[in-house]
């Protein structure tokens, strides 16, 4: 028997409900059951792929294809449940889907409407492609009492009366703000939170409560009595220092023992053994690195979610604090390199689109390169890699990418087709923005003998990908020749996947965004291997 818990959001936004509903996802898991995650977006794109990194953060990518919210990237990390294209929707796709089968005449000539063909699209979308999990675990995106997210809470609410209030959970995570002046913490916001959700029908079994300080007995009683639910189903959600002590957090104050009590099932004690020694590695690091993220998006953190992340998991891997300079990739254009980048002990390029501050990327990869300081590039960070050392190892005149205008060499080009599953995709530069990149899990073979292999210890791996542009291979034998090596390709040979240079410490780049499939617990090796550099590096500063 599969049970829902529905998750919903109240008072302001960014409260964590993606950590929120990733945590709960461990905790059940650590309990013995399988779980799903999914996401509930009322935005009306249809995807967050052609999105501004500075509206809505990174875009994060499943084995699929599937361009998603980033939250899916937090369920991924805390329950190592790979994501699918079923676990995120939007109004968007919703009311696209519907309108595509009014247009087919699917409806049978009935008038449209949000309830019940909306509403009806979307519990399709919570229930299906399911198979033998325990708990589906479903987030709705936004705050209760946004006008774009009253068809999904209309959804859900339906969903109780049609699956049984006794198989579905609504968790409501809301904030208790604390007012230094009056000395206390505020319930008035959860109340009306709460008088919201009853407003469109819904009851909240569960109430999690954000708050920088503990919640007295006091408040918790009042809170259950205004709120109509039991006080033992009030959990205080408190600050913590590290996203990855959120699930021992929540189990100590009781939060998947109610979620058991409800479903009136008997498991076994969760086993967070792992979470504790994470959390030891975190607290108690045995050194520290400096790294420096060069990026164009380092206005908002979010945006490189993913990445910090990985490279938090590659601290973890060996032992020490990682600790992220994020340098904007513009101020190398009228700046040197050198102050912003001395003493570092890696550098970090990762991906992006648009000309705007790639001669800056260009320009921290020759600082790494010339100063022989681990480098490691990610999707443009390779291809600016792969420029500048065109330019300046190997002579080639007027190197650069046609994604920012025609150039006389151009080593970097538009991706027009390629293989997936045995199949030709192809692309013009006349194609929509939306979902017309090489997406997903793509194979790659890689050179024997060559230092990526080392790491990956195999002759093949898969990795997710996100971009339009690729390496031009017609320059491999000039870059060769200057000690820049194409170590791995697409399965055909014809796409590069990844570069290095031999004669270096440290220096990769690869086309992919290998950031997405790291964990916790199985830290990605490249982010392993480019701390491990960094540590080698900060002996030598």
């Not at 330019?391 to 080639?396: M, S, V």
């Not at 006349?430 to 195999?458: C, D, F, P, W």
Request: net charge negative.
């Amino acid at each position: 028997m599969t049970r829902y818990i529905f998750i919903t959001g109240g008072v302001v936004s960014s409260l964590g409900k993606g950590i929120a509903s990733a945590a709960l996802g461990a905790l059940l898991q650590a309990r013995g059951f399988k779980v799903r995650l999914r996401k509930l977006d009322p935005y009306l794109n249809v995807d967050p792929g052609t999105m501004s990194p500075y509206q809505h953060g990174e875009v994060y990518v499943t084995d699929d294809g599937a361009e998603t919210d980033l939250d899916l990237g937090h369920y991924e990390r805390f329950t190592g449940v790979s994501s699918q294209q079923s676990d995120n929707v939007t109004t968007g796709r919703i009311y696209s889907d519907v309108i595509a089968k009014e247009r087919r005449g699917d409806y049978l000539g009935a008038t449209i409407q949000v309830i019940p063909h909306v509403t009806e699209a979307i519990k399709k979308f919570v229930i299906n492609d399911l198979t033998d999990e325990e708990f589906v675990l479903c987030e709705i995106g936004g705050t209760v009492g946004d006008i774009e997210g009253l068809p999904f809470l209309e959804a859900i609410r339906q969903l109780g009366n049609d699956l049984g209030r006794a198989n579905c959970m609504y968790l409501h995570l809301t904030l208790l703000p604390y007012i230094p002046t009056a000395g206390e913490l505020k319930t008035k916001p959860t109340q009306h939170s709460v008088k919201e959700l009853l407003s469109v029908g819904i009851q909240p079994d569960l109430l999690l409560c954000r708050a920088e300080r503990d919640l007295p007995e006091g408040e918790r009683e009042k809170i259950a009595l205004f709120c109509n639910v039991q006080q033992s189903s009030v959990i205080p959600a408190l600050d913590v220092s590290s996203i990855y002590q959120v699930p021992i957090s929540y189990h100590n104050q009781g939060l998947d023992d109610e979620v058991c009590r409800f479903f009136n099932v008997d498991p076994q004690q969760p086993d967070l053994a792992r979470w504790y020694d994470i959390m030891e590695r975190v607290t108690r690091p045995e050194g520290e690195v400096s790294i420096a993220v060069v990026g164009k998006y380092t206005g908002l953190l979010d945006a490189y979610k993913s990445l910090s992340e990985a490279l938090a998991h590659g601290g973890i891997a060996n032992n020490v604090r990682v600790n992220l300079n994020w340098i904007d990739s513009e101020i190398f254009e009228n700046e040197d390199t050198f102050q912003h980048l001395q003493g570092v002990h890696g550098i970090l390029v990762p991906g992006g689109f648009g000309e705007r501050g790639v001669e800056g990327k260009i320009a921290a990869a020759s600082f790494a390169r010339e100063h022989r300081v681990p480098f490691f590039g990610i999707c443009l960070g390779m291809q600016m890699a792969v420029v500048e050392a065109a330019r300046n190892l190997a002579g080639i005149r007027g190197a650069g990418s046609t994604e920012f205008g025609q150039c006389q060499n151009p080593i970097v080009g538009l991706l027009t087709e390629w293989e997936r599953d045995g199949l030709v995709e192809m692309r013009s530069t006349e194609s929509n923005m939306g979902g017309t990149m090489r997406l997903g899990a793509y194979e790659a073979l890689v050179q024997k003998n060559s230092r990526i292999h080392k790491i990956y210890g195999t002759d093949r791996i898969s990795e997710r990908h996100r971009h339009r542009y690729e390496v031009n291979l017609a320059y491999e034998q000039d870059l060769a020749s200057k000690g820049m090596v194409f170590s791995a390709k697409s399965p055909n040979g014809i796409l590069p996947e990844v570069v290095e240079i031999p004669d270096h410490p440290w220096f990769f780049g690869v086309q992919f965004h290998p950031e997405l499939k790291s964990r916790p617990f199985e830290p990605h090796p490249l982010f392993t291997a480019f701390v491990g550099a960094a540590v080698d590096q900060s002996r030598l500063v």
